[in-house]
């Protein structure tokens, strides 16, 4: 495990070096065979009874696979929190002390900023947020479970953190519905079938978050009514990013207390909580294809032979991403190698890695 966790954590302070980002240290339970992860629960708005099930299945799961569980839900109006389970005081006080958490879960938090007033308290005030948005930059994991997007409506910040900028927009009434995975070679999908079937509350939401995440899986309309929020032929409804230093991974279904009794749907949730700690890696590692655009538009200097570079890595890039929307994997795998060979020519091992993760991602949807 030491070795997954060590690999990731220096791939994510290149990464952050490259980006130019503000890096401090990856958490340090993650380099251990044992670490710590935080549950977020405290609700403001609509409290979800999955929440207490949900932190008892992560508490159970931790005790299983090598993790230590803090949990951060404290009573809040209506909402009856977990008080014999809660942190005496909330844990995003600095970033330093958020630091010893592998990984933070947010799990279905709500706190009714939906309506966009921006003096309506929010999950996290400023401090907290500030505290937050560091430990990311850091290298720090982000779990968003369910409702996660149905928090801090009002900080745009965070709504690309869940992903893509998608926001929980309505749901229907909750049915039975088939889920396809898109991505079958991700350590939190490789043990899923290519159409799960399962009885959830299935959100809508404010936009398709594709452009910007890598979608693990999506939703199929014609097997349920989505409602009047449908989203079409199109509807991812789990996905993952690598994020300004640090892992998003989001699963919006398991609404129903249930859930988080089903072996198969917890397995999935360990290996989203395993990915964002560092301690798993494959499939591609999350990696978009704008991620790997972004640090190559980086890496200009000025001269000649960098600009040429970049601008011939692109190129390939953007062919080899039209490859793979029109279902042509073998072709883009192609083009991806004709890429890294150009990246060499940059020097930059962050660059070639990324379109190594590329690579692996296609060629896991060959098979």
């Known amino acids: 495990m030491k070795q997954h966790v060590q690999r990731a954590v220096t791939g994510l302070c290149a990464a952050g070096v490259a980006l130019g980002l503000g890096v401090v240290a990856m958490p340090a339970q993650a380099a251990d065979d044992d670490y710590r992860v935080l549950v977020v629960g405290e609700t403001l708005g609509f409290r979800h009874s999955h929440i207490d099930d949900t932190t008892n299945a992560i508490i159970a799961l931790g005790e299983e696979h090598g993790f230590a569980v803090d949990v951060w839900d404290p009573p809040q109006g209506t909402s009856p929190g977990q008080p014999s389970l809660t942190l005496p005081s909330t844990p995003f006080t600095s970033t330093a002390d958020l630091s010893k958490y592998a990984t933070i879960i947010f799990a279905s938090p709500v706190d009714a900023t939906n309506n966009l007033d921006p003096n309506r308290p929010r999950l996290l005030d400023d401090t907290e947020l500030a505290a937050f948005q560091g430990y990311i930059r850091g290298g720090g994991g982000y779990v968003g479970l369910h409702a996660a997007t149905d928090s801090m409506h009002t900080v745009p910040w965070y709504s690309e953190l869940t992903g893509g900028s998608a926001r929980f927009r309505n749901h229907p009434a909750q049915q039975t519905a088939t889920m396809r995975v898109e991505n079958p070679s991700h350590p939190s999908t490789e043990m899923l079938p290519t159409e799960w079937v399962r009885f959830d509350e299935w959100y809508n939401f404010t936009t398709n978050p594709r452009e910007d995440v890598h979608v693990l899986i999506t939703l199929d309309e014609s097997t349920y009514n989505p409602g009047s929020g449908r989203m079409g032929a199109d509807h991812p409804i789990a996905w993952c990013h690598n994020f300004e230093g640090g892992r998003s991974w989001y699963e919006g279904a398991g609404h129903t207390d249930a859930s ?108």
């Open 260 to 367: 988080w009794h089903d072996p198969l749907f917890l397995e999935h949730i360990l290996k989203g909580i395993e990915w964002t700690a560092g301690v798993v890696t494959g499939g591609g590692d999350c990696v978009t294809f704008n991620e790997v655009g972004e640090i190559v538009g980086g890496l200009g200097d000025g001269s000649v032979r960098v600009d040429k570079l970049g601008a011939d890595v692109t190129a390939y890039l953007d062919a080899a991403e039209a490859a793979a929307d029109a279902g042509d994997h073998a072709g883009a795998i192609a083009v991806l190698r004709q890429a890294k060979g150009k990246a060499h020519g940059l020097q930059d091992e962050v660059l070639v890695s990324k379109i190594a993760d590329l690579i692996e991602w296609q060629e896991g949807l060959l098979s």
